[in-house]
């Protein structure tokens, strides 16, 4: 039922190539309705799934009403298809929440939101308190935010902003994920709730050096692995999420032209089982400066580095248990005590802005993984826009973007915003 009602609202979005602006009983009242149909066709599915040449269509409804100066609501979902898909078409509600913000120092927002922590364009350590659809095929990484119910609270003093979030539903990360792991696991995609998960965060904005402090408690949005007792699924394991504690520092300033940024974050796992098959604590670090080498052209550079803090050897475990450990350990990349790795992204516009293009890539040691992208953006009209771009995974097998490789490919997507 619910799925119909999507349906029969993006049916009749889509034959409306104009945003509704519809007056209530006050006349400040006002509700704007907008969306974004999408077609793109893609060279490999990105779930592992061993299709090829997939195409996608997808519908984005986008809602704002606003009752009054302190009352407001926001709604954005997608309804989105590819033939390849056996159950048919998905819908998810990615926004769904009332704000109120009656007083200048307030913001105070309910129900399902995307919150994005962090200064850090790559693997961004604070960022903890949503989840990725690393399997949806989007052309921009943003769009595999996956939202949350939560309760969130925006207080400023002066030059300092303090956000305190109560965040009762998990969504996990959805992974393509190898041979190695999908015969033994089926990893839950759905929502849990528990009442104890929060975050609190503090900044300072407006001088020469922003920052900002942190910490989130709550499940882990990553999978490990505990032995199934009862496996109806008829797997050996099933997904764990544990409790894990996030202290997280960033800052960012800029010397002329240079911007700099860091961040820093110690994640602890909670009830830590001593097996291999549950993430282990770690501390992450993040540099990185954006530079303007040329006219017209924005390049960050970032470094990279992650300590395991209880590393475990999966060589000390016995055939099979000890590939599967490697799998796993792959997935959070924690296969070594000590990770270091770099990225770079270059970015440029050119035909007055019509035209975007950028290339990103990411490396990782020792492993000796990566992925390198390359994307375009080109603006046919203020309402028309074609995407197209290349996504190359790359490492040994034992990797884990090694062992996604096969996701590897090029993908178009044409856009129509109404």
Not at 46 to 51: I, Y
Not at 80 to 108: F, H, K, L, M
Not at 337 to 354: E, P
């Amino acid at each position: 039922m619910i799925f119909r009602d999507l349906a029969a609202l993006a049916c009749s979005g889509a034959l409306l190539t104009c945003s509704v602006s519809m007056h209530a009983a006050r006349a400040d009242d006002a509700l704007e309705l907008s969306g974004e149909a999408r077609a793109g066709y893609w060279s490999s599915d990105r779930a592992l799934t061993g299709d090829d040449h997939v195409p996608a269509v997808g519908l984005w409804l986008k809602g704002d009403f606003r009752y009054d100066e302190d009352w407001s609501a926001r709604f954005e979902g997608i309804v989105s298809d590819t033939p390849v898909r056996a159950d048919g078409p998905d819908a998810d509600i990615r926004r769904a929440y009332i704000r109120w913000g009656g007083s200048a120092d307030w913001d105070v927002r309910a129900g399902r939101q995307i919150v994005a922590w962090g200064r850090s364009d790559f693997l961004a350590p604070t960022d903890n308190l949503g989840s990725w659809d690393y399997t949806a095929l989007h052309a921009d990484d943003n769009d595999q935010r996956q939202g949350a119910f939560m309760v969130r609270a925006v207080r400023w003093i002066e030059d300092y902003r303090f956000e305190a979030v109560w965040l009762p539903e998990r969504r996990p990360n959805v992974y393509p994920l190898p041979q190695t792991l999908r015969t033994v696991v089926d990893p839950e995609t759905g929502s849990q709730w528990r009442g104890d998960q929060f975050a609190v965060k503090l900044d300072e904005y407006g001088r020469e050096v922003d920052w900002s402090v942190s910490w989130f408690h709550g499940m882990d949005r990553t999978f490990s692995l505990t032995p199934d007792t009862a496996p109806e699924s008829g797997k050996a394991f099933e997904s764990l999420y544990p409790m894990v504690d996030v202290v997280g520092l960033d800052a960012a300033t800029t010397l002329g032209e240079v911007g700099l940024r860091g961040e820093i974050a110690y994640t602890h796992v909670g009830d830590a089982a001593e097996t291999n098959l549950v993430r282990r604590s770690q501390l992450q670090l993040q540099i990185g400066t954006e530079l303007r080498p040329f006219s017209g052209v924005t390049m960050n550079l970032s470094y990279l580095g992650r300590y395991v803090t209880d590393f475990r050897d999966p060589g000390s475990l016995s055939p099979p248990l000890d590939q599967l450990a490697v799998a796993m350990q792959a997935l959070w990349f924690q296969q070594d005590r000590y990770q270091n790795g770099g990225a770079i992204r270059l970015a440029t516009s050119a035909l007055n802005d019509t035209l975007k293009a950028e290339l990103s890539t990411l490396f990782l040691t020792p492993t000796g993984e990566g992925t390198t992208r390359v994307k375009a953006t080109y603006l046919v009209s203020d309402n028309f826009k074609i995407i197209g771009g290349i996504n190359w995974f790359w490492g040994p097998e034992t990797s884990y973007f090694g062992s996604i490789s096969e996701t590897s490919g090029a993908y178009f997507e044409a856009r129509y915003t109404f």
